[in-house]
């Protein structure tokens, strides 16, 4: 069977169980035996499950539109290869830095430069960095020592000095795979693409918090990606990778530090200047994610109050009528996956244990945890063969909504009023192990 025909018959097969499984647990609704007196549970569960059937014509958007992004396979190889400028920024990453390097010095392609930005680092990065200045065969890699001035500070002093007409920017925590230069160069073909959003694993998968993270990053990230890219219009181009025209950085003016998620305010600033931008799955960058809870709610306490300030930012543009509808959906679809889906989902919870405690069921938890825990199922066995991942990854997707996504949401809703109350916040950098 051809490889086409085959994802066809897999996402056919996955969405009819969907659909198949969502009729099923609302004949349950309709069949429970259980009232509800009070008005104001009644509304609640009313509206709760029809929450629910939108995060069904969610799925079920996300996985089409990124099945159609997987057919449609972007464009050929291109035979120009324009010198690429690799930027490191680097702050206290002396136990990682010199294997992202290597994995730099790996890369096939026959026409970049490394350029390594210690911004200003307590430890040895500089240091560690230094001994690889100097050229690699027809590599040269740079490093630049300036003072401490954040990471959008020191990705901007890269920017001014690349001699590279692309600029791939990354994390000094992370290692690049070795054709993510040739997959993601091919998409500057078209002139109108401003940007390419790259695909970010977890590299370390040994415990259950890094191994759900890694299921999170390909279901919950990547899915969201692939098929936003099939509308070339891909919200968030992350942090460890993501490709740019040169001289469409230095017409935004490069990154602004006034947000904690400084990646999501210029993809947006790309957006609303008439950019299109890609995903390519084939553009990956392996990343050390937090393996210890704390250090997991620091990291998502960040990236939620730096979206929502970067949508603070962008917020005229939610109902200003020249505002691109790409732009106003790709908003308001922040707005809903950074607020009001975790909102609903920590809310859900609470009603539901209540009606627990006042009427004696747990019927309608059971419900909301299991539609939801069918959508991620399926969701995940699709991503999981989709990126040729290991199908040991698919169970997760029970523990990831038994619980891994409410812990989760729970520390966005936190931040989101942390946020609405403007209360001081540091940036949290995460102590590196040194997985890479």
């Known amino acids: 069977m051809i490889p086409r025909l085959r994802y066809t018959l897999g996402v056919a097969v996955i969405l009819s169980g969907i659909i198949g499984a969502s009729l099923g647990l609302y004949r349950l609704v309709l069949d429970a035996d259980f009232q509800l007196h009070d008005g104001f549970m009644q509304v609640s569960m ?36 324009p010198l690429v400028s690799v930027l490191v920024p680097a702050y206290n990453e002396g136990a990682v830095i010199e294997g992202s390097i290597r994995s730099l010095l790996e890369l096939d392609y026959p ?10 680092s307590s430890d040895d990065t500089y240091r560690r960095a230094r001994v690889y200045e100097g050229n690699h065969g027809d590599v040269e890699v740079r490093v630049i020592h300036k003072e401490n001035g954040g990471k959008a500070n020191a990705l901007n002093t890269g920017i001014r000095a690349a001699r590279g007409s692309l600029v791939l920017c990354m994390d000094g925590d992370s290692a690049l795979a070795p054709g993510t230069l040739r997959r993601a160069v091919r998409h500057f073909v078209n002139p109108a693409v401003g940007a390419v959003a790259g695909n970010v694993k977890v590299v370390n998968r040994g415990n259950v918090w890094s191994t759900l993270q890694a299921l999170e990053y390909i279901e919950g ?15 968030i ?18 990154y602004e530090p ?62 200003d009528p020249r505002t691109s509808c790409s732009l106003s959906f790709s908003l308001w679809y922040m707005i809903f996956e950074g607020i009001l889906w975790p909102v609903t989902n920590v809310f859900a919870n609470v009603l539901f244990v209540l009606v627990a405690l006042l009427y004696g069921t747990t019927l309608p938890l059971v419900i909301w945890w299991a539609q939801l825990t069918v959508l991620d199922l399926a969701a995940a066995l699709y991503c999981v063969v989709l990126e040729k991942e290991s199908l040991r990854l698919v169970p997760y997707a029970v523990l990831y909504r038994a619980f891994f996504s409410l812990v989760i949401d729970v520390a966005k ?14 940036w949290g950098k995460l102590d590196r192990i040194g997985r890479i």
């Not at 629910?52 to 057919?71: D, E, K, Q, T, V």
């Not at 210029?266 to 937090?290: F, V």
């Open 111 to 120: 026409n970049y430069e490394i350029l390594v930005i210690d911004d200003g």
């Open 46 to 81: 009313i509206g709760l499950f029809g929450f629910l059937l939108l995060l069904i014509l969610r799925y079920f958007a996300l996985l089409w539109f990124s099945y159609l992004n997987f057919l449609d396979g972007g464009p050929e190889e291109s035979f120009r290869c």
């Open 258 to 319: 006034d947000t904690f998620a400084e990646d999501c305010d210029l993809t947006l600033r790309l957006l609303a200047d008439g950019w299109q931008i890609c995903y390519e799955p084939a553009s990956i960058a392996y990343t050390e994610a937090p393996e210890q809870l704390l250090d997991l709610l620091k990291q998502r306490y960040r990236w939620t109050r730096g979206i929502l300030q970067a949508i603070r930012k962008h917020r005229i543009r939610l109902i």
């Open 413 to 426: 809703v936190l931040a989101t009023f942390e946020e609405m109350l403007n209360l001081h916040m540091d």
């Open 221 to 235: 990230l990547n899915m969201v990606r692939n098929a936003q890219a099939f509308f070339r219009v891909v919200n």
């Open 237 to 254: 181009v992350p942090g460890p990778i993501g490709m740019f025209r040169r001289s469409a950085l230095l017409r935004m003016g490069g």
